[in-house]
């Protein structure tokens, strides 16, 4: 295929368009026989006419019915057993009835389909004990043999034995069923039918034996000794980069730097299943679930207006009647931190800022040895890091980064919380500078928890 697409691009040329079997075309057609309907074919070879006919649907514990409803089994709890009911019975003869009227309109577009011949193939594993069975049918007057059974066959084979074999061309059926007296009806239809054992057709695929020759002894070829060899052992000069993701986060890019304990601790700790939203106990959202709705609601104040306590209460308000947060998302968020962190010191610079940018998605390309060292440097592989800034602006002439953590602080303390990030701080501040080709000049962890700020 390689080398036919390469042909392709030294010739330049497009690739051939497919070619339209018409109608008329003298080939072999291969198809079912839905697909067959409304054509017709000089020859048609009918296979698989003793496939049982799949009626597993009529075996269930309830049967349906468009016209006279469900039919389904008594179930006795006290002598635990079930049995079938008149409604079930009722209905799976009718359905059964239905299902095979459809396989008998399906047999006759099949029959239908032939100009001049119609052969017709089927497998049994008696031959003798089918030519009894279709000999026992029972035929009125008129010749056609009784609906009842009709009704009692298991395949299209059955329909087809239960006629031939009463056509004056059906004697290899009638000796094999030992009952020659059978009413003969005529017909001008020709029939020729075969009776082949299984045992006749084993040999067809027998061949003689053929008498081997030894080989004279060659020394191989070093030349081509080597060939193969390099050949058979060449290995992809790139397999490694093969398993690398295409798009990394900067969370999961902090994870790799994370200390091989860090990792761990990630790694192996227990997955359990989380339980149902309707089987679980009434409680307030989660930390992380938290995080993201105090980042929405810094997203979303509106920094023109007056910083107070009344007025980011009243905003974040405003958000649960616009249908932007709930009632109980809404309380997990305190206005106080709000206001505390915009009456701070780096509160009142972002507010004088000449321009201000939050919650800021990015994509940028990365070379895959950069997240991953331990590959062998390759410029032409990227990998894409996706992210978010969660505030930055504009500070003479360049910019300010700020990230909001609403992390605990506990006994480990600020400074060593803000260690972990250092790694998603620089790509934070490499992606703001790829973007706006300005430079960040400053970058800073707010921690709600305290109100601290960490200058990194």
């Known amino acids: 295929f390689i080398q036919y697409i390469r042909q392709l691009k030294e010739r330049q040329s497009d690739l051939a368009s497919a070619k339209i079997i018409g109608e008329n075309e003298n080939v072999v057609r291969i198809m079912s026989i839905h697909k067959s309907k409304g054509l017709e074919f000089p020859v048609v070879f009918l296979s698989g006419v003793g496939s049982r006919f799949n009626l597993g649907d009529l075996n269930g514990n309830m049967l349906l019915h468009a016209k006279y409803g469900f039919g389904a089994e008594l179930i006795d709890a006290d002598l635990r057993i079930t049995c079938t009911t008149a409604a079930k019975e009722a209905i799976k003869t009718v359905l059964r009835a239905e299902s095979l009227s459809e396989e008998m309109r399906v047999l006759y577009v099949a029959l239908t389909r032939a100009k001049e011949k119609l052969i017709i193939t089927a497998v049994v594993n008696d031959a003798q004990k089918q030519a009894v069975k279709w000999a026992n049918y029972r035929m009125a007057a008129d010749g056609a043999l009784e609906p009842m059974d009709m009704l009692s066959v298991s395949c299209m ?55 081997l020759t030894e080989q004279p002894d060659a020394t191989p070829d070093a030349q081509v000794q080597k060939t193969i060899f390099e050949r058979l052992s060449w290995q992809y000069p790139y397999s490694e980069i093969t398993k690398l993701p295409v798009k990394i986060s900067v969370s999961e890019l902090k994870r790799l730097h994370e200390s091989p304990d860090e990792q761990a601790d990630y790694l192996y700790r227990p997955k359990r299943m989380q339980t149902p939203a309707f089987l679980q106990p009434t409680k307030g959202l989660t930390a992380a679930e938290k995080g993201s709705v105090v980042h929405f609601v810094m997203q ?24 932007l947060l709930t009632v109980e998302q809404a309380k997990a968020v305190k206005a106080e931190s709000i206001v505390r962190f915009y009456t701070s010191e780096l509160g009142e610079r972002i507010l004088k800022a000449k321009k201000v940018l939050r919650e800021l998605p990015f994509h940028i390309p990365l070379k895959c040895h950069e997240v991953y060292p331990q590959l062998p440097p390759n410029e032409d592989e990227t990998i894409m890091l996706q992210g978010m800034i969660d505030c930055c602006f504009i500070e003479g002439d360049g910019w300010t980064l700020v990230d909001y953590k609403t992390d605990r602080i506990e006994k480990e303390g600020v400074q060593a919380i803000a260690d972990r990030y250092k790694i998603q701080m620089h790509y934070y501040a490499e992606a703001l500078t790829r973007l706006t080709h300005l430079p960040v000049h400053t970058r800073i962890l707010y921690f709600f928890d305290g109100a601290c700020m960490v200058n990194m």
């Open 300 to 323: 979303h104040v509106d920094l023109k207006q007056e910083i107070s306590l009344a007025s980011i209460s009243h905003q974040i308000n405003g958000m649960v009647q616009n249908d």
């Open 157 to 211: 084979l059955d329909w087809l034995g239960g006629a031939v074999i009463r056509h004056p061309n059906g004697r290899v059926l009638r000796e094999l069923s030992n009952l020659d007296s059978l009413n003969i009806v005529q017909d001008n239809s020709e029939w020729q039918v075969q009776v082949v054992d299984a045992s006749t057709l084993t040999t067809i695929g027998e061949t003689k034996d053929i008498a």
